[in-house]
């Protein structure tokens, strides 16, 4: 797809061609991720070695406290 043609689509099919667009990142995000942790896991077993994968995605939640200012008077 070229820039002209991208210009050329209506609001609707733009707004369309992104949702697409995002959620084939989002795919092929996942498989990468998922072929490189079979690699990791395969180098291990060649090694003799054992590995666990583990973790959370994104940024740690941060905690934050609720705080309710009463004005006096």
Same mark, same amino acid.
């Given at each position: ?10 609001? &609707?099919?733009? *707004?369309?061609? =992104? ?7 989002? !795919?092929?995000?996942?498989?990468? %991720? ?12 060649? &090694?003799?070695? *054992?590995?666990? =994968? ?7 939640? !941060?905690?934050?406290?609720?705080? %309710? ?5």
């Amino acid at each position: 797809m070229t820039q002209e043609s991208v210009k050329a689509l209506s609001d &609707v099919d733009l *707004s369309q061609v =992104i949702i697409w667009a995002q959620e084939e990142v989002k !795919t092929r995000t996942e498989r990468r %991720k998922q072929e490189a942790i079979a690699k990791i896991k395969a180098l291990a077993l060649q &090694v003799g070695v *054992s590995v666990s =994968i583990a973790g959370t995605r994104g940024r740690p939640a !941060t905690i934050r406290t609720a705080t %309710k200012t009463v004005k006096a008077g």
